[in-house]
């Protein structure tokens, strides 16, 4: 990196998750106007400052897998439970290449081949601290579903399964609604890094730029939560409205358009969290390109 650094790469992180919350508005997220119930502002706060511990270990190079379940787990040292289990996923490794001065399309998708069955083991250990929405797992893998957690060793193993082969399983499904953190994962993050460029050509404060960062990545595939909560056809639509929300803010130069969305969705009970993930992976790639904070 030529440039000096600012902070350390698992900083850098930590601001990240900071920032995509305090990006405002975000339809159907939190965000620092509103709150989902009992899931709260704070809450995001919190768990950011808690992952750092499992952000610095990806930084001094301890297995992915394992960085990645302690994050998960200091993350969940507050009240409302997952606030950003999606967004640790996609930010482990980035954070274990940057520290290798060597954050490129091509190091992730190194960075994530590298990963081991014992990573895997990890990965669905990290489930046991919080409750993740997912979708069933693919017709004749229910011994994979995360959900069982530390259950699912036995077949991990049988199966030699990696932390990079176990998120595949979600990346492609042969119907619905694809996991964009998965698709990241399998090809060498993509959406994150043609994020970061738009957020850096972009001009504004920096939370106006991840608030229409979010609209731009949610305009341009269906996201992945809702479709788990809510069903493709939501999905889609929920897709939809962005695009056309977007467009508004596009032509108007104000983030008003977008306001009027967020209460909408927060009324409909739309929370495009994965959409957000993508948007804390982005700010990070970043802010370690040298975005002014």
């Given at each position: 990196m030529t440039r000096e650094r600012v902070r350390?790469?698992?900083?850098?992180?930590?601001?990240?998750?900071?920032?995509?919350?305090?990006?405002?508005?975000?339809?159907?997220?939190?965000?620092?106007?509103?709150?989902?119930?009992?899931l709260r502002f704070e809450q995001f706060l919190a768990g950011s400052v808690g992952s750092a511990r499992g952000?610095?270990?990806?930084?001094?190079?301890?297995p992915l897998g394992r960085a990645f379940e302690r994050a998960v787990a200091g993350m969940s040292g507050q009240s409302g439970g997952?606030?950003?289990?999606?967004?640790?996923?996609?930010?482990?490794?980035?954070?274990?290449?940057?520290?290798?001065?060597?954050?490129?399309?091509?190091?992730?998708?190194?960075?994530?081949?590298?990963?081991?069955?014992?990573?895997?083991?990890?990965?669905?250990?990290?489930?046991?601290?919080?409750?993740?929405?997912?979708?069933?797992?693919?017709?004749?893998?229910?011994?994979?579903?995360?959900?069982?957690?530390?259950?699912?060793?036995?077949?991990?193993?049988?199966?030699?399964l990696t932390l990079r082969g176990v998120v595949a399983l979600s990346a492609d499904p042969d119907e619905?609604?694809?996991?964009?953190?998965?698709?990241?994962?399998?090809e060498g993050?993509?959406?994150?890094?043609?994020?970061?460029?738009?957020?850096?050509?972009?001009?504004?404060?920096?939370?106006?730029?991840?608030?229409r960062c979010f609209l731009r990545e949610l305009a341009a595939q269906p996201d992945t939560l809702v479709a788990t909560n809510h069903g493709p056809e939501t999905a889609r639509e929920t897709q939809s409205r962005a695009a056309e929300t977007l467009e508004a803010v596009q032509d108007t130069g104000s983030l008003d358009p977008a306001e009027e969305l967020a209460e909408a969705f927060v009324a409909e009970g739309i929370n495009p969290g994965t959409t957000a993930d993508r948007v804390a992976s982005a700010l990070f790639v970043a802010l370690e390109r040298g975005l002014e904070i």
């Open positions: 350390s790469p698992a900083e850098s992180a930590e601001l990240a998750l900071l920032l995509e919350v305090a990006g405002t508005p975000k339809p159907g997220n939190v965000d620092r106007h509103r709150d989902l119930g009992e952000l610095r270990m990806a930084a001094a190079g301890a997952n606030t950003q289990f999606g967004c640790l996923l996609l930010l482990t490794p980035l954070v274990r290449v940057a520290a290798r001065d060597d954050l490129s399309p091509e190091a992730v998708d190194a960075c994530c081949r590298e990963t081991t069955v014992e990573d895997a083991v990890a990965f669905y250990r990290a489930f046991e601290h919080v409750d993740v929405a997912v979708g069933d797992p693919p017709e004749g893998a229910t011994d994979l579903d995360a959900r069982r957690g530390s259950a699912a060793e036995p077949a991990l193993r049988d199966r030699s619905g609604i694809p996991d964009t953190n998965a698709q990241e994962w399998t993050f993509p959406r994150t890094f043609a994020a970061t460029a738009e957020l850096l050509a972009d001009d504004g404060p920096v939370l106006d730029r991840a608030a």
